[in-house]
């Protein structure tokens, strides 16, 4: 079970969004590069979040380039889960991979600063703040089980390669 609160955002959150290019130098200092996330959508998001909370986003969320710094730099800043209409292909597979859970639902019924209690297993997004509850298509059960793991490394480094069941 995740719980945090929310920061809305709104559509077309862009991978530049995330990961600003002109930090472009800090790409192999994450930790550094992380202070940062989200800055140029909301510049307090870094340092005002709090470990667990989630990011709602709106339609097309982590479009641009495929840089899987953006989808590790949300998870290293301690964002729990992404929550959003739809999201870009190739971001939505980097997040899986990085072990930061991605979640398609109706982020329309969700506030900014809402409380939230986030199932994967069962597919539920309860909003406590709000008293209802959302629900989404889970994830298949080898997306999950890498998530479980921490990404695809992890998975990858404790069955091989050949074990995505």
């Known amino acids: 079970m995740l719980k945090g609160k929310t920061w809305k955002f709104g559509d077309n959150i862009s991978t530049d969004h995330i990961a600003p290019g002109r930090l472009f130098h800090l790409r192999s200092n994450l930790p550094e590069l992380a202070k940062h996330v989200l800055e140029d959508a909301r ?31 949300i998870k290293m800043a301690g964002v729990s889960a992404v929550l959003a209409k739809s999201f870009a292909r190739i971001f939505f597979r980097n997040a899986i991979n990085v072990g930061l859970p991605v979640i398609v639902c109706d982020t329309d019924q969700i506030g900014e600063g809402d409380e939230l209690e986030v199932s994967l297993d069962n597919g539920t997004v309860l909003n406590k703040t709000k008293g209802i509850e ?25 069955h091989g390669d050949f074990d995505l069941d």
Do not use: C, W, Y
Not at 51 to 65: A, I, Q, Y
Not at 139 to 155: D, Q, S, W, Y
């Open 134 to 158: 959302l629900t989404f298509p889970p994830l298949p059960a080898v997306m999950t089980k890498i998530l479980g793991e921490g990404g695809l490394v992890a998975h990858i480094q404790k």
């Open 43 to 73: 510049p307090e998001f870094a340092a005002s979040m709090q470990k667990g909370d989630f990011v709602v986003g709106g339609k097309n969320f982590g479009l641009g380039s495929s840089r899987e710094h953006a989808p590790t730099i």
